[in-house]
């Protein structure tokens, strides 16, 4: 008998299928939301013809909307001019402070390395809710990037903007499922729109779950053999970052839900907790949707829609609704004229500073 033994063989090393699918997937899931916009937008930068195309085109859309706007409330009142103007004011006020806590939230998302100003991040904000008036959904998020990386001393890369914007959606949801469940539990509303909150506060759930796994499945050794892998494993959003996250965007959406409980009673509606929850989850559930007509008229349809399933009349519902919108692009432009003339600010401080050295 010989005394040469085989050297024991090694067992091969078996992944579990799903490991493998969501390694492979994971990556794509977090860029290709982002990437096909941004693609769109360096080819389009790069094409005159096309920067005028599109030019035209939304010059044409915003004529085209502003027209039909000033024909339909010559013969009637603006929704607005129906509402307290003090009412309306504190309104306006608690927009723009739940602008300033979903920067805040939205900042929480980046490594300290690579966090942008709150200015920038709100600035993004104000940018993306002047843009979805007239471009379809996800240009929004598209300009939030652009704002942000071009606002001088951004240290985040475009891929580092797209995956804390994946992050933020998901934040957004989680911080959504007890506004929900409160709305879908508390309104007499039809049994369609009940069974839409619902899902809105499951999908929380379901987001609050691929948050939680996320940092685990980016340690992996199989998803860290992918390049982008390795990439994402230092940024992806730690438990105390998201939980912090998570509590800014929570009351970014509380303060909303006040502002809009305001405004539901001075619109004459009445003061409505449930009603204001259902109108700010149906126009959150449309902003998540990944394609679709400009951004602001998609949530204003799916919350006038929301409040015509309660029994309140299609006139009056729609009044709210565009009256939300408005309120919501001025607070946004309000925000954007902020952060100009802050950065102009601090860009003339600078020079006066040089010039006297």
Not at 57 to 66: D, M, T
Not at 214 to 220: M, N, Q, T
Request: with cysteine; charged share 10%; glycine share 12%.
């Amino acid at each position: 008998m010989s005394n040469d033994e085989n050297p024991p063989s090694q067992p091969a090393e078996h992944h579990d299928p799903l490991e493998l699918i969501a390694a492979s997937t994971t990556p794509i899931v977090l860029e290709g939301r982002y990437r096909m916009l941004l693609g769109a937008l360096a080819r389009l930068r790069r094409s005159q013809k096309s920067r005028w195309t599109l030019a035209g085109g939304s010059g044409a859309l915003v004529v085209a909307l502003s027209l039909l706007a000033v024909h339909h409330y010559a013969t009637s009142s603006w929704p607005l001019s129906s509402g307290r103007p003090s009412l309306l004011v504190a309104v306006g006020l608690l927009l723009i402070g739940a602008q300033a806590l979903k920067a805040y939230g939205w900042g929480r998302l980046f490594t300290p390395e690579e966090r942008p100003k709150v200015v920038a991040l709100a600035a993004g904000n104000g940018g993306a809710a002047l843009i979805g008036v007239v471009l379809p959904g996800r240009f929004d998020d598209a300009m939030r990037v652009a704002v942000v990386r071009r606002y001088p001393g951004c240290p985040a890369s475009v891929s580092t903007l797209c995956l804390s914007l994946v992050m933020l959606g998901l934040i957004d949801s989680v911080a959504l499922v007890p506004l929900a469940s409160v709305g879908a539990a508390a309104t007499g509303a039809a049994v369609g729109v009940r069974a839409g909150l619902a899902l809105v506060a499951l999908a929380g759930v379901t987001a609050a779950a691929l948050i939680l796994g996320l940092p685990h499945l980016a340690r992996s050794r199989r998803v860290e053999n992918y390049r982008l892998g390795r990439w994402l494993s230092p940024r992806t959003t730690s438990p105390r970052r998201a939980i912090e996250a998570w509590l800014l965007v929570s009351a970014c959406w509380i303060v909303r839900g006040a502002a809009l409980f305001l405004l539901l009673g001075t619109l004459g509606i009445g003061f409505s907790v449930p009603l204001a929850l259902l109108f700010l989850c149906a126009g959150a559930a449309a902003a998540a949707l990944p394609v679709g007509p400009a951004g602001a008229a998609t949530q204003t349809g799916a919350g006038a829609a929301a409040l015509i399933g309660t029994g309140i009349g299609g006139s009056q519902a729609v009044a709210v609704a565009i009256s939300v919108a408005a309120l919501g692009v001025f607070s946004g432009a309000a925000v954007f004229l902020f952060a100009v003339v802050w950065r102009s600010g601090v860009s003339l401080r600078a020079r006066a500073t040089a010039s006297r050295a």
